[in-house]
């Protein structure tokens, strides 16, 4: 298995502009997670799906993010507009439930400015 | 809402020593607690997990344990060596769901 695949690896985007993320989970794990990381607040958790379905977005700072998970290989972040204060890395994760009897496979993330 | 500690201060240390990093958490107490490796540039990687009901936890040179009393994660590395200079991070069940809060993290540099 390749693991999680995000893409883009780098995105540079002025203000005001729509940016998209995108993450390929790992086949057969049916949580996926968004997370934001940067120097002062670290790995905050974004939202999480469980078997497609969202079921907890309240880490999503405001209303200009937005995620959805079509399908169980395919889950896109889109913030729009964008704002210099988005810049930071965002990673997507894939797990397989059991409630604690498994880690989380972390894509190599997407480091996103916005100038 | 939970709160997480890890040392921000980055731990040098010598080649073929034990590194030990130290997670704390506040209000209650989670069913299990990770560790995390995160080199530069990369995603964290899953290293051991330890539940609530285990004292220790051993991974070859990596050992974790978890006091439920003092609300307190260690993490040590044996023998460490110079590939083991990383970023490690905590991170805790946020209470079912399969989701996990997680620390700063801790970094290590292993010098030869």
């Known amino acids: 298995d390749a693991g999680v695949i995000q893409s883009p690896r780098h995105e540079v985007t002025e203000m005001g502009q729509e940016v998209t993320l995108r993450c390929k989970p790992i086949s057969g794990h049916d949580y996926l997670f968004w997370y934001r990381q940067t120097m002062m607040r670290g790995l905050e958790l974004l939202i999480y799906f469980n078997n497609n379905v969202p079921i907890d977005d309240s880490g999503m700072p405001e209303d200009r993010f937005s995620a959805k998970m079509p399908n169980a290989s395919f889950s896109t972040l889109k913030i729009q507009p964008s704002e210099p204060r988005d810049s930071a890395v965002y990673f997507c994760?894939?797990?397989?439930?059991?409630?604690?009897?498994?880690?989380?496979?972390f894509g190599s993330g997407t480091r996103l400015t916005v100038v | 809402s939970q709160k997480i500690e890890q040392n921000s201060e980055a731990l040098n240390i010598q080649e073929g020593k034990t590194a030990t990093l130290t997670c704390n958490y506040t209000n209650y107490s989670p069913a299990y607690l990770q560790w995390y490796r995160q080199d530069p540039g990369r995603g964290p990687v899953f290293l051991l997990l330890?539940?609530?009901?285990?004292k220790e936890k051993r991974k070859e040179r990596l050992k974790v344990t978890f006091d439920t009393t003092l609300k307190q994660s260690l993490f040590h590395i044996t023998a460490s060596q110079p590939a083991d200079s990383a970023t490690y991070l905590c991170?805790?069940?946020?209470?079912?769901?399969?989701?996990?809060?997680f620390g700063k993290g801790n970094q290590v540099v292993v010098i030869p």
């Open positions: 330890i539940r609530e009901n285990e």
């Open positions: 994760a894939s797990s397989l439930s059991g409630t604690g009897y498994y880690g989380y496979t």
């Open positions: 991170a805790l069940d946020m209470g079912g769901n399969n989701r996990l809060a």
